[in-house]
């Protein structure tokens, strides 16, 4: 059954991969996001709005039997009738008796991400009841035979050209491809369904304790029409809709369409308490509280802050897969980062299986969500879940639990790589092709070879002229910093030692952990980190000092994470968290590097790519810039600089090489684009995918790490 699943999803990939018309689409649509978002929030202070967001769905969280029930009865009061479904079976249940017992033909539904999760459509068809999409977007996927490919944007992924093509169908005459007139022919065909329909079903945005009220976020005129012409309104709104009061519901709408659109405000906000009169008939308000796995959520300790989520989809319109891709890959019923957690909880791991894999981890999601969710952690702790659930791999298993934990083996075994690599290189640090089932890695990047001598061999022949030390650091390598670019460490020393700082090699160090910890190998992971914890504090550095942002994530929060069930060892982590820092914040902060390196003189301009892990995991950024310019260099920003570079570690070797494969093109555009001839980063694994994109693509741009630029100049 997994292989026949992830064949069917390696498939759709491809088809999204084989549509660059598709992709095209939804980058214009992410620029575009991405300028309207940052003015629509211009005057405001984001930080300090998601963290009051944060707070609001924390303390229902928290409590929620008491708002459970505050709702229930302030709703009652009104003459609502409250049900609350235990899963999506029992709310369609429901739903459909009630029409049934009406007499109900013809129901119109305005947008409603919560009748997707339940496949409500199909249960009220089998039951002989037609539901009539009243979204534009939602009418169009309905026509399509299709399932929405974004939250709030369903047909974002379809062109003009086919919604005219359905539409003709559905009126049976020729509709021209022009947007206008099939907002027109929408509308014509959309008018009657409000008058002859028995039921309106909708969604809601939030839902209010306070007040037993919901409301309803649009930009269409059709929740109003459905929720208000038929003579009953049913509601199905999830538990975690529900907020305390009306000023909480108010902060959320405030944040909302900024985030979802980029909008300053929605077109509608519609705020229903209680059934609306219909002229002299009883009104009848129905709302349908959907649990369906949010109470096992809520009970994750690892999870339960996905429950913060106020649907605004925008951790989809920064995902660079979900550009590469769309949503009707990266997603199941909800999209992008937030619905690979939904999915989990209220479909079952197994569905979420591929949508865990094909997340590549730049938490470009985290920085933009506006219920504070650390997704990615998330995400790591169900790929974890997954590694318990189906395992890792024969391959990953023998590799992890065997040789990597085994630092000696591990190391030995690299050495022997530099040499049977001898026949592929030709003497040259480059693999420009590999040859049988391996080609593929190379086609389109070339790749580093191993060092012929990693870092570790030559520390002790690297000299440090420092006669009066002002620090004396650990440096944590890494295994790309040691045994594939090691010349990053000889730069390092040039550096610091020119600022006075002497330089640390712990011989016992060993990998960081992220590629067991990324693949589900939690138990290597947490051995790796007791590992280098006692390698790096051994010599009682004044700081740690990384050239890999990934390395310092993995120091600063994972090794914590890792062994927080351990008293002693997690004082040991947190004392080397404290300790660890980026290479360029601790020139910039410990050592006042930008005006100790004033006055440097380099005319060759250079653009910037931020890693990933630097800027949203580090919070690194500024300072890579201001050591490049006190350098004399002049930085010229790149379109999309901190948009990912598709390395990913194994992502782009055994997960997901095609949508890397794009990701990549997309960024050797943009350093194209930008016109100067130098590349600056601070990950050596964005610089393999870099440097390997640019020499494979014949484009004369240098990829360099900002280290080695800063060592250049001063040597």
């Given amino acids: 059954m997994n292989k026949a699943r992830n064949r069917h999803y390696k498939d759709r990939v491809d088809r999204a991969l084989a549509s660059p018309q ?11 996001y991405a300028v309207s978002r940052a003015n629509a929030f211009a005057a405001y202070d984001f930080e300090a709005l998601r963290d009051g967001i944060a707070r609001i769905k924390d303390e229902v969280r928290d409590n929620h039997q008491r708002y459970l029930d505050e709702f229930t009865r302030n709703a009652a009061a009104t003459g609502a ?53 009243t979204d534009l977007g939602e009418w169009i996927i309905q026509l399509a035979g299709q399932r929405p490919s974004h939250m709030v944007m369903p047909a974002i992924h379809m062109f003009k050209e086919e919604v005219a093509e359905l539409f003709s169908k559905e009126t049976g005459r020729a509709e021209p491809a022009e947007i206008e007139h099939l907002v027109k022919v929408a509308r014509e065909q959309l008018r009657q369904g409000y008058l002859a329909a028995d039921m ?23 929740a109003r029409l459905a929720t208000t012409l038929p003579k009953i309104h049913v509601a199905l709104v999830g538990v975690d809709k529900i907020v305390p009061t009306l000023a909480d519901a ?40 959907l649990d369906n796995g949010r109470s096992q959520l809520a009970a994750s300790p690892s999870c339960r802050d996905a429950l913060r989520c106020i649907r605004c989809g925008a951790c989809a319109n920064v995902c660079p897969v979900y550009q590469t891709v769309g949503g009707h890959v990266f997603g199941h019923i909800y999209i992008g980062a937030i619905g690979i957690i939904l999915t989990a909880f209220f479909d079952g791991l197994d569905q979420a299986a591929e949508l865990v894999r094909a997340c590549i981890g730049c938490r470009a999601c985290v920085e933009v969500c506006p219920g504070k969710i650390d997704l990615e952690s998330i995400i790591l702790h169900l790929r974890e879940e997954m590694g318990d659930y ?29 040499l049977l690599q001898k026949p592929l290189t030709r003497g040259e640090r480059t693999i420009r092709h590999l040859p049988l089932f391996f080609s593929s890695l190379t086609e389109w990047r070339t790749l580093p070879a191993v060092a012929d001598q990693p870092l570790r061999d030559l520390w002790s022949k690297l000299p440090q002229p420092v006669q009066q030390p002002r620090y004396r650091v650990a440096c944590f390598g890494g295994c790309l910093n040691d045994f594939v670019y090691p ?72 090794f914590g994470e890792l062994l927080s069930d351990d008293p002693a060892w ?5 004392r080397l968290a404290e300790r660890t820092l980026d290479v360029s914040r601790f020139i910039v902060e410990k050592l006042d590097g930008v005006n100790r390196l004033k006055g440097l003189a380099d005319p060759t301009g250079v653009t910037y790519h931020d890693s990933c892990h630097l800027k949203r995991g580090a919070g690194v950024w500024r300072e890579p810039r201001a050591l490049l310019a006190a350098s004399g260099r002049e930085v010229t920003e790149m379109a999309h600089a901190d948009r990912c570079c598709g390395f990913g570690g194994s992502y782009s070797f055994t997960s997901h090489p095609n949508i890397a494969k794009r990701i990549l093109g997309d960024k050797v555009d943009d350093i194209k684009d930008s016109g100067v001839p130098c590349v600056a980063m601070d990950c050596p694994g964005c610089l393999m995918q870099i440097r390997g994109g640019l020499e494979k693509q014949g484009v004369p741009v240098r990829a360099a790490h900002t280290i080695e630029l800063l060592a250049e100049m001063l040597d």
């Fill in 250 to 289: 108010v902060d959320i709408v405030r944040v909302l369409p900024k985030n979802a659109t980029g909008q300053a405000i929605t077109s509608y906000v519609s705020w229903i308490r209680g059934a609306v009169p219909c002229d002299d008939t009883d009104k009848e308000l129905h709302i349908v509280l």
């Fill in 390 to 418: 189906e395992g890792i791999g024969t391959g990953k298993s023998l590799v992890f639990k065997n040789v990597l934990r085994n630092r000696k083996l591990f190391h030995s075994l690299l050495r022997t790589a530099s």
């Fill in 200 to 222: 309106g079903i909708s969604g809601a945005n939030i839902a209010i304790a306070e007040t037993g009220g919901l409301a309803l976020v649009t930009n269409e005129g059709n």
């Fill in 487 to 558: 010349e990053l460490g000889e730069d390092l020393i040039t550096v610091l030692n020119r600022l006075d700082v002497t330089v640390d090699y712990p011989l016992d160090q060993n990998c960081c952990g992220i590629p067991a910890l990324y693949s589900g190998d939690r138990e290597t992971a947490t051995e790796l980190a007791r590992q280098n914890i006692t390698a790096l504090l051994a010599g009682n550095p004044d700081y740690v000092v990384t050239t890999c942002p990934t390395c310092t994530m993995s120091l600063q929060r994972d």
């Fill in 22 to 32: 598709l992709q095209d689409a939804l980058h214009k649509f992410g620029d575009a």
């Fill in 81 to 133: 009738t409250v049900y609350l479904a235990s899963d999506a079976a029992a709310a369609n249940a429901y739903i459909v008796d009630l029409a049934h017992r009406r007499e109900v033909k013809l129901i119109v539904k305005s947008k409603s991400m919560a009748s997707e999760e339940t496949h409500l459509n199909k249960a009220l068809e089998k039951n002989g009841v037609h539901a009539l999409e």
């Fill in 570 to 574: 997690r004082d040991k982590a947190a």
